[in-house]
């Protein structure tokens, strides 16, 4: 009898034991759940367009993401948007921006994830910070698919319009980039590609962006678009870019 009580109180104590175990697991995994909902803000854009700040690993950005990113990205997402359309296409409407604590580099676009360097935007809030979410949010505005049969989008031209964009479009005409003739070429991608192609929109066609945006969108980007769209090849119209350069 006594051996009876003994074994229902040790199954007890171990069903007890195992509630309760149960629930702390519980409680250990809803805890960090709730801490992330309370770091991530959505802006809202025209009841059009979702963009959401996951500050989760880095809460001390939140601050400068409320008051400083959001209202650039509310009044550029829709206007990139404006600037890169072609037939058929429709921007994506949810955009999620997140910084992450122990990444190396600057930011990212994959689709429409943004992913970013803490450690590089704690040092740039002042300086590239903005700029850099502006790049990034060309590239969700890009969307470009290469397919099958069909050229590769060059890398240069890519990084080239996202950074025209945001460097003589978005940010203030003292902060453009200087190219140096001697040691560049049209097809360096960033800051030179994007002075290449400011150049070439001023002097030889305004809408010369948007129709290179729509030919990597559709697949369909050659070489031989510059010369039908200037009357130029793109080597031609970089030495008279350099040309002014030198004067």
Avoid at 27 to 36: F, G, H, R, S, Y
Wanted: hydrophobic letters at 35%; charged letters at 25%.
């Amino acid at each position: 009898m006594r051996r009876n009580c003994l074994m229902r109180f040790f199954l007890i104590w171990m069903l007890t034991g195992s509630a309760l175990f149960t629930l702390r697991a519980q409680e250990a995994t809803t805890v960090p759940q709730a801490q992330q909902l309370e770091r991530i803000d959505t802006l809202e854009i025209d009841d059009r367009y979702t963009i959401q700040f996951d500050t989760t690993e880095t809460p001390d950005l939140r601050p400068w993401v409320r008051k400083e990113l959001m209202p650039v990205c509310r009044q550029w997402y829709p206007k990139i948007i404006e600037m890169l359309p072609s037939e058929g296409f429709n921007a994506p409407t949810e955009v999620k921006v997140t910084f992450k604590a122990d990444m190396d580099g600057v930011a990212y676009a994959s689709g429409t994830q943004i992913t970013a360097a803490g450690p590089w935007y704690r040092r740039q809030l002042q300086g590239e910070a903005l700029g850099s979410i502006v790049h990034e949010l060309v590239h969700v505005v890009q969307q470009y698919r290469n397919r099958r049969g069909r050229q590769r989008n060059p890398s240069w031209m890519v990084e080239g319009v996202a950074d025209y964009i945001r460097w003589f479009l978005y940010e203030p005409a003292k902060n453009r980039p200087r190219v140096d003739p001697k040691r560049s070429n049209y097809d360096d991608s960033y800051r030179t590609t994007a002075a290449f192609l400011d150049y070439a929109v001023r002097q030889h066609d305004p809408e010369l962006i948007r129709k290179f945006n729509a030919a990597m969108r559709e697949g369909t980007y050659t070489p031989d678009l510059w010369d039908r769209w200037t009357g130029h090849s793109a080597k031609a119209i970089w030495s008279e870019y350099v040309e002014t350069l030198q004067n």
